[in-house]
């Protein structure tokens, strides 16, 4: 059963106010339950495959601040594994792939991806059991481009090199890792879907830098098609895009050609340029800065009203930037969402 909730409302074309809210990576360090049950788990890889760990996790927040919106816990590289490249986690490092230079070696059987996936949708099972029909249930995965970032260079962090130099010297072979990221993140989330998710989130973490000549091929295409795919099956799938930190012209050609029903903004982006240049063709979603929910007091709440003047009216969700970060006080947290709440 899919339910009406305010996100999916304002994903659906109707303008509510106050805004709903949720943030991005809203289960997470800053949490001391979250930091808790972490260090009876182990590992952060362990408790993205165990169902019972990350339904906990994902409705840890929600239970705290009543958020509009529970995101899964999970991680975008799970669809790597699924196509047979192994990922570890290093303390300190983050993730740790062997690079790849061609797809000669994945993985492309379909049962085999859902087996290893299974994890993420028994989560969203058991997470929608413990929300109620107003809140909003959302799925994700990593696009194309961002997972190539990772298998290129067999690493995280913003390691673009070997995915550039790989699309500028084979570009076929280049194009072909992106469509079958593509055609595994379209079964992941169309998985998603069937699995109780609302709505779902297409994260390109690594959008920025991308160039302007090679962004539709990088970027929007392999969007498109996860997007087309989705509607294949699921016509009224409500899904948000982020490429994050793309230029001024990336975000509008984003929200012209892919396909999404939202555009979620980072911190940089002006939310008056948004409103004006994008709002009439998609919802959009952001972006207050992460440290200005650090920083709290009075720097918080001018941050907040600000977006809310601009986008008053308008179909907007509000979020971050990017994801929230580690030494956020929870009290800030609190302060933001009431602050939302109370928007008049």
């Not at 805004?19 to 991005?24: N, S």
């Not at 009224?236 to 979620?264: H, M, N, Q, W």
């Amino acid at each position: 059963m899919k339910y009406e909730t305010n996100v999916v409302r304002v994903l659906s074309g109707e303008s509510v106010w106050p805004p709903p809210i949720w943030l991005m990576r809203q289960a997470g360090r800053y949490l001391p339950e979250y930091r808790e049950l972490r260090a009876k788990a182990g590992s952060f890889w362990a408790m993205c495959n165990s169902p019972e760990l990350a339904s906990e996790i994902t409705l840890q927040p929600f239970r705290r601040f009543g958020f509009d919106a529970a995101i899964i816990f999970s991680d975008i590289l799970t669809v790597p594994v699924a196509l047979g490249c192994p990922v570890e986690f290093e303390a300190g490092e983050g993730p740790r792939l062997t690079p790849v230079t061609n797809t000669d070696g994945f993985i492309r059987e379909r049962d085999h991806w859902a087996e290893t996936l299974a994890p993420a949708y028994e989560t969203l099972k058991r997470v929608r059991q413990g929300l109620g029909p107003e809140t909003t249930l959302i799925g994700f995965a990593g696009a194309p481009w961002t997972l190539a970032t990772y298998l290129a260079a067999g690493r995280g962090r913003d390691e673009q090199k070997a995915a550039k130099l790989w699309g500028y010297r084979e570009p076929k072979s280049f194009a072909s890792l992106l469509d079958v990221l593509a055609e595994c993140v379209s079964f992941h989330l169309i998985n998603q879907i069937e699995a109780g998710a609302d709505v779902v989130q297409i994260f390109d973490s690594w959008a920025s830098g991308v160039p302007a000549n090679v962004f539709s091929q990088w970027i929007i295409e392999p969007t498109r098609k996860i997007v087309s795919q989705i509607r294949s099956v699921h016509p009224d799938a409500k899904i948000i895009g982020f490429p994050r930190a793309a230029t001024l012209a990336g975000y509008e050609l984003y929200a012209r050609e892919t396909g999404v029903d939202a555009v979620s903004l980072d911190t940089s982006a002006s939310m008056n340029w948004a409103r004006d240049t994008l709002s009439d063709r998609v919802a959009l979603q952001g972006n207050l800065d992460p440290i200005a929910l650090i920083a709290g007091g009075k720097a918080l709440d001018e941050s907040v009203d600000e977006i809310l003047t601009v986008m008053r009216g308008r179909r907007f969700i509000f979020n971050l930037g990017h994801g929230i970060l580690q030494e956020t006080p929870i009290e800030n947290v609190s302060r933001l969402v009431a602050r939302v709440r109370s928007a008049a």
